[in-house]
């Protein structure tokens, strides 16, 4: 047994260790979507994450939520919250630390509209982008790999 200093704590085998430390506990996961309905849907699809939800219906309102205490662990944002602010907000994930830093997931439109959105979106770190419409189990392994 390997013992953690005075505390005398049990310490689990490191490659057990690392799986626990690697584990994220009731993520806080924050999603713009200017769609209830929609938002109704994700916040069922993330009931096996046990996830704290931020919910709002612009990118702007969600913003300053990635810069409080409490640690955003993923943003699920679908591009019908961009509007025609898309380089305004492309250029906070890109400056904004707290936002360089999450895991992203982007739902865009399969439209030639979007075509550019998509790459660009791409391109940052830390992030995936989903074609919708999109099948539900598709996201739900997404975000089982992102969180887990």
């Known amino acids: ?45 993330l009931v096996p994450f046990q996830p704290t939800l931020v919910v709002r219906r612009r990118f702007e309102e969600l913003r300053p939520h990635f810069f409080r205490r409490e640690r955003v662990h993923l943003g699920l944002f679908n591009s019908n919250t961009f509007g025609k602010k898309f380089d305004e907000i492309l250029k906070h994930l890109t400056e904004d630390e707290p936002l360089r830093r999450v895991k992203k997931v982007f739902l865009c439109r399969a439209s030639h509209a979007e075509d550019e959105w998509r790459e660009r979106l791409g391109r940052l770190a830390n992030s995936t982008v989903i074609t919708r419409p999109f099948h539900p189990a598709e996201l739900t392994q997404l975000l089982k790999r992102l969180l887990g």
Not at 10 to 35: G, Q, T, V, W, Y
């Open 1 to 45: 047994m390997v013992y953690a200093g005075r505390v005398r704590r049990f310490l689990p085998p490191h490659a057990a260790f690392a799986k626990l430390c690697s584990m994220i506990e009731n993520p806080r996961i924050a999603i713009a979507d200017r769609s209830q309905l929609a938002a109704n849907i994700y916040q069922l699809l």
